[in-house]
């Protein structure tokens, strides 16, 4: 059983808008904190955005302002909402625990292109 499901990637135009969902069978107030990650091919997987266990969300510097990370404690549904999307956020988004130590999923994959 994957630990990690992505979804709602895809196709978007410059300034648009999407929102990432990740099921996981881990528990999205665990103690480690759950984020958002991404990967362009060829670079390191690097963090995008971090939900503490109170609730609290940390951003890059290079998203800040832009997305949005949230959960949802009864479906267990890690969120993240992006906005004003660029071509330098295309990348292949994942969902892991905050220590980046649990199993990768497949991820979802976000292009922003005209």
């Known amino acids: 059983q994957e630990q990690f499901v992505e979804s709602g990637g895809g196709l978007v135009q410059p300034g648009g808008s999407l929102r990432l969902s990740c099921a996981t069978s881990?528990?999205?107030?665990?103690?480690?904190?759950m984020a958002w990650y991404r990967q362009v091919p060829g670079n390191q997987r690097e963090l995008v955005a971090h939900?503490?266990?109170?609730?609290?969300?940390r951003y890059s510097t290079s998203v800040k302002g832009r997305f949005t990370i949230s959960r949802d404690m009864f479906k267990n549904i890690l969120y993240l909402d992006m906005t004003s999307l660029k071509p330098d956020d295309t990348a292949v988004y994942y969902c892991?625990?905050?220590?980046?130590?649990?199993?990768w999923g497949r991820g979802t994959q976000v292009t922003v292109s005209a």
């Open positions: 892991n625990l905050g220590t980046a130590t649990a199993a």
């Open positions: 881990e528990s999205v107030g665990t103690i480690y904190g």
């Open positions: 939900i503490d266990n109170s609730g609290v969300g």
